[in-house]
């Protein structure tokens, strides 16, 4: 980490800015060019104890006209960095993508940024406010399922369900749940059945993913469902695609307690996926 962070403050310059050495908090001001720049943005991360070889930074992207489809597009891209480059320093990585996608911006005929916008921090938890008018929608994703199985599997057997540890980190709550799966008639049975238990179905989102090996074909079968937790159904498959896990279904069913978490949402939501596959 310290290699890094002196080469980071080398190659940016006054760019680079050190928030608090102690708690390994960095931020960085990137534009589309050096002069007079159109576009800008502020990274700022945190390093973890784990940073780079077992845990990715714990980042923010700030910009006043950053926000929805945009910051979950570039969240995105930094992910795929960092599942691409597993165990290695990745921040100038980061940097230099971000800038990429300013200058994108740039070269593009869109107009400005709005700087009468409201310039305080964007976080990107756009349904973080779902609880207060949260009407289940699993039904709608087991109705997606229907047209994908067979009524000959109508006595299809319900596989063991396990829970995972539960995970909280300021009042919100985040478990996963896991089940060997073969057909996809077996996903809606477990699915229906957690549905059943009225702890689970009054969670904020339950986001899963299933990965079913077809043998006779050698492919994959695989699905997943975000329930208004914009990108993590995908996460949460990317994850177990990286752990080549095959013939399982994971739910994470995440409870909000009112705080906004911020991209450390993704972070728990996955750990709880990990650690329940690992067991």
């Not at 960085?28 to 845990?55: F, M």
């Not at 990585?93 to 921090?121: C, F, H, M, T, Y």
């Given at each position: 980490?310290?290699?890094e962070?002196?080469a980071?403050?080398s190659?940016?310059?006054?760019?680079?800015c050190?928030v608090?050495?102690d708690e390994?908090?960095?931020?960085?001001?990137?534009?589309?060019?050096l002069?007079?720049?159109?576009?800008?943005?502020?990274?700022?991360?945190?390093?973890?104890?784990g940073y780079?070889?077992?845990e990715?930074?714990?980042?923010?992207?700030n910009a006043?006209w950053?926000?929805?489809q945009?910051y979950?597009?570039?969240?995105?891209?930094?992910?795929?960095?960092?599942?691409?480059n597993?165990?290695?320093?990745i921040l100038y990585l980061w940097?230099?993508?971000?800038r990429?996608?300013?200058i994108?911006?740039a070269q593009?005929?869109g107009?400005e940024?709005?700087v009468?916008?409201n310039?305080e921090?964007?976080?990107?938890?756009d349904?973080?406010d779902?609880?207060?008018?949260?009407?289940?929608i699993?039904?709608d994703s087991?109705?997606?399922?229907?047209?994908m199985?067979?009524?000959?599997?109508?006595d299809?057997?319900?596989p063991?369900i396990?829970h995972?540890n539960p995970?909280?980190d300021r009042?919100?709550?985040f478990q996963?749940?896991?089940?060997?799966?073969?057909?996809?008639?077996q996903?809606?049975?477990?699915l229906?059945?957690?549905y059943e238990n009225?702890?689970i179905a009054?969670?904020?989102h339950?986001i899963?993913a299933?990965?079913?090996y077809?043998?006779?074909?050698?492919?994959?079968l695989q699905?997943?469902e975000d329930d208004?937790?914009?990108?993590?159904?995908?996460?949460l498959?990317?994850l177990?695609?990286?752990?080549?896990?095959?013939?399982v279904l994971?739910v994470?069913s995440?409870?909000?307690g009112g705080i906004?978490?911020?991209p450390d949402r993704?972070?728990h939501?996955?750990?709880?996926a990990?650690?329940?596959?690992?067991e």
């Amino acid at each position: 980490q310290i290699d890094e962070i002196e080469a980071l403050s080398s190659i940016y310059g006054e760019e680079w800015c050190v928030v608090d050495e102690d708690e390994k908090i960095y931020c960085i001001k990137i534009s589309d060019c050096l002069d007079q720049p159109k576009w800008t943005l502020c990274l700022q991360v945190i390093l973890p104890p784990g940073y780079p070889t077992a845990e990715p930074p714990i980042y923010q992207l700030n910009a006043p006209w950053l926000q929805g489809q945009e910051y979950t597009e570039l969240a995105n891209s930094l992910e795929e960095i960092y599942v691409q480059n597993l165990g290695e320093s990745i921040l100038y990585l980061w940097v230099e993508k971000i800038r990429e996608v300013l200058i994108e911006k740039a070269q593009s005929s869109g107009p400005e940024p709005d700087v009468k916008k409201n310039s305080e921090e964007v976080d990107e938890d756009d349904g973080e406010d779902f609880l207060l008018e949260y009407e289940p929608i699993q039904e709608d994703s087991i109705k997606t399922l229907n047209y994908m199985t067979s009524e000959s599997q109508e006595d299809e057997e319900l596989p063991p369900i396990h829970h995972g540890n539960p995970i909280t980190d300021r009042r919100s709550t985040f478990q996963a749940h896991l089940a060997p799966v073969v057909t996809t008639r077996q996903v809606k049975r477990v699915l229906e059945k957690l549905y059943e238990n009225k702890k689970i179905a009054s969670a904020t989102h339950n986001i899963y993913a299933y990965r079913i090996y077809c043998e006779d074909k050698q492919t994959f079968l695989q699905d997943c469902e975000d329930d208004g937790e914009t990108a993590a159904g995908g996460r949460l498959l990317h994850l177990m695609q990286i752990l080549n896990v095959h013939n399982v279904l994971v739910v994470v069913s995440r409870w909000y307690g009112g705080i906004l978490l911020g991209p450390d949402r993704f972070k728990h939501i996955n750990n709880c996926a990990r650690n329940i596959l690992v067991e």
